[in-house]
C-alpha cells in the first residue's frame, strides 16, 4: 500500500533501478541513486531540522537540488525551494513566515546570505557529517503531512507559503499521468522554476510513473536554437510548461530552425494560451495532443483540463480556450457574491474547488481562513473548499471558460501577481504618495501620485523589494486618481488615460 510519495519514489526505483530518472545539462542520476543519496543527505537534514518543519533550499535548479528536496520528505519534513535572485526582503519575509534557522544552500551564495536572517547549511557539512540514514521519521510520515510549499505574491507585500501534502500530490499525479498517459518511456522537459507549481507535475510525473525529467536550463529560453537543440537530443516527448515559455519559441519564429520530432503531448498553463500562438504550434506540431490546464497552487496544479481537438478551429474559440471540465476526484463550482450556487449557463461566478486536491493552507497565516471555507452550500458535514478569486462560466457544453480574476490579482509570466503588492512596494518611495497597477496587454502599467520621477530611479527602488516578473512595464504620472462613486479609484478611467498615453 502506498500512502506517501516516498512510496510511489520506492516502488519507481524498485521497477527501474538504473533507469534515469533526473538529469541536468551537467549531470544525471538514476533512480536507484536518486534513494540512496536522498536518504543520505535526510540523515544531516534530521539533525538541523525539527520533524514536520519547512526545509528551505537555494540551490540553483539541478539533480542536487531535487536530492535535497527528497532529502527533506525522507527527514520527516517538507521543502520549499529559495530563488537566490529576490531582493533580500522577500526572502527575510520567507523566512520568517516558514519560521526557520537553517538553510541548505550552494557556496556560491555565500555573499547574499550574509544578508539573510538564516545559517546556512552548505554542501561541506554534508559531506563531513556522514551520518548514517534512520528510517524512524520516515516510518512515521502520514498523507495529511506537509510535502512542500511553494510562496506565492502577498497582497498586504507578504508572500504567503502555499502548503501541499502528501495526499494532496498523490491524488492529483495519480489521475493526471493516467489520463494523460505518461508512460515510463517518455522523457519529460522540466521548463518551470522549481518555486512554481509546474514544476510539480514533471517532478512527480516522473516520480509516480519512472519517466525521465529533463531540466531545461533557464538561458535556453533566451536563445530558441538552443532550446530546441535540447528538445530534440533529449528525445523530448512531453512539455508541461508555462504559455509564456511555449509563446518564447513561437514568436521568435523557433521552427524555423528545427521542429522537435519526438514530442507527443504538449500540456501549457498559468496564463489564458493565445490562439495565435497555439496556431503556430499545431502547424509545426500538428500530430502532438495540445492540453489546457487551469489551476491555482492551492489546489495542487490544476483542477480542470480540456483537449484540443486535433481538428478544432482554433479561431471558432471566441471566449479563449476553454478551462474544460474537473479533473475526476475533483470538485467546481460557481458561486456568486452572495454564496449562492450558480446554476444558469453563461453565467459569471467565481470558481470554488472541493476535493483531496485542496492544499493545506497558508503557512503561519491567517489569510488561511478567508480562502480555505467551509462549503457554503453543504449544510450537513464539513467539506473544506478553496474559492480561487477567479470568475469563469459554465457552457451548455460542460465545459468552464475563464473570465478573469474577482480581485486584483493577476496571472503573469507563469506566476500570480497581487498588483497591491507593487503598489505598496511603490507607494514606499518618497516621492509617491500613492500608486495604483492595472494589467491589460499581457504588461503591468502602474499609476501614480506625488513628484513626477525618473522611471529609472523608481525601478532601482522596486529591485529591493521585487522579483524582475513583478515589475510593471511604465509609470504613469498623474496629478490625482480619478474615483468612482463610491470613492473607490476608477481603473476604467485610468485605462482610457493609458490608452491616450499610448497615442
Known amino acids: 500500500m502506498k500512502f506517501t510519495i516516498l512510496d510511489y519514489l520506492e516502488e519507481t526505483s524498485s521497477k527501474f533501478p538504473d533507469k534515469i530518472a533526473f538529469a541536468d545539462i551537467n549531470s544525471s542520476v538514476t533512480w536507484k541513486e536518486f534513494v540512496a543519496r536522498s536518504k543520505e543527505k535526510s540523515a544531516v537534514i534530521s539533525k538541523y531540522f525539527k520533524k514536520g518543519s519547512a526545509v528551505p533550499v537555494m540551490i540553483e535548479k539541478s539533480v542536487k537540488t531535487l536530492e535535497y528536496f527528497f532529502a527533506a520528505l525522507y527527514a520527516g519534513c517538507f521543502y520549499s525551494y529559495f530563488d537566490a ?9 520567507m523566512i520568517e513566515t516558514l519560521g ?59 508572500p504567503k507559503a502555499v502548503v501541499v501534502s502528501h495526499r494532496c500530490v498523490i491524488d492529483f499525479i495519480s489521475i493526471f499521468t493516467e489520463l494523460f498517459g505518461i508512460e515510463a518511456d517518455d522523457n519529460i522537459a522540466n521548463q518551470a522554476p522549481f518555486d512554481f507549481d509546474v514544476s510539480v507535475k514533471d517532478i512527480f510525473s516522473g516520480v509516480f510513473t519512472g519517466a525521465s525529467v529533463h531540466l531545461v536550463p533557464k538561458m535556453f ?3 530558441p536554437t538552443k532550446l530546441l537543440d535540447f528538445l530534440e537530443e533529449r528525445e523530448i516527448t512531453i512539455l508541461i510548461w508555462a504559455v509564456s515559455a511555449l509563446c518564447i519559441v513561437s514568436t521568435l519564429n523557433g521552427f524555423d530552425y528545427k521542429i522537435p520530432k519526438k514530442l507527443r503531448k504538449i500540456m501549457f498553463s498559468g496564463e489564458v494560451m493565445p490562439i495565435k500562438q497555439l496556431e503556430i504550434w499545431k502547424k509545426f506540431i500538428p500530430n502532438a495532443v495540445y492540453i489546457n490546464l487551469y489551476g491555482p497552487t492551492e489546489i495542487t496544479c490544476n483542477c480542470s483540463y480540456f483537449i484540443i481537438p486535433q481538428d478544432a478551429k482554433l479561431s471558432a474559440y471566441t471566449k479563449g480556450i476553454p478551462m474544460g471540465k474537473p ?19 453563461d453565467t459569471e461566478g467565481e470558481v470554488c474547488v472541493s476535493g483531496s486536491c ?18 457554503p452550500l453543504n449544510k450537513s458535514t464539513f467539506e473544506r473548499i478553496y474559492k480561487t478569486g477567479d470568475l469563469a462560466t459554465l ?26 503588492e507593487i503598489e505598496s512596494a511603490i507607494a514606499s518611495y518618497e516621492n509617491i504618495t500613492r500608486a495604483c497597477c492595472i494589467f491589460t496587454d499581457n504588461k503591468i502599467h502602474a499609476f501614480y501620485t506625488g513628484k513626477e520621477s525618473e522611471k529609472k530611479e523608481i525601478v532601482s527602488l522596486l529591485k529591493q523589494s521585487l522579483p524582475a516578473f513583478m515589475i510593471p512595464s511604465d509609470f504613469i504620472y498623474t496629478d490625482e486618481f480619478p474615483l468612482t462613486k463610491n470613492g473607490k479609484v476608477d481603473k476604467k478611467a485610468l485605462t482610457e488615460i493609458l490608452n491616450e498615453h499610448k497615442d
Open 395 to 420: 457552457n451548455k457544453d460542460g465545459n468552464y471558460y475563464y473570465i478573469g480574476r474577482k480581485d486584483t490579482q493577476i496571472k503573469h509570466m507563469g506566476h500570480r501577481i497581487e498588483l497591491g
Open 221 to 223: 529560453f533566451s536563445f
Open 327 to 345: 479533473f475526476p476526484n475533483e470538485r467546481i463550482f460557481l458561486l456568486d457574491e452572495n454564496n449562492s450556487l450558480v446554476t444558469d449557463y
Open 85 to 93: 535572485t529576490f531582493p533580500d526582503s522577500r526572502l527575510n519575509s
Open 100 to 158: 526557520v534557522k537553517h538553510i541548505i544552500a550552494d557556496n556560491r551564495f555565500e555573499k547574499k546570505l550574509s544578508n539573510l536572517n538564516i545559517t546556512p547549511l552548505f554542501e561541506k557539512a554534508f559531506d563531513e557529517e556522514c551520518l548514517e540514514y534512520d528510517d524512524t521519521r520516515r516510518r512515521e510520515i502520514i498523507d495529511t503531512d506537509a510535502a512542500y510549499a511553494n510562496f506565492t505574491s502577498g497582497s498586504t507585500g507578504t
Open 358 to 375: 485542496v492544499a493545506l493552507g497558508y503557512y503561519n497565516s491567517e489569510k488561511t481562513k478567508e480562502v480555505f471555507v467551509q462549503n
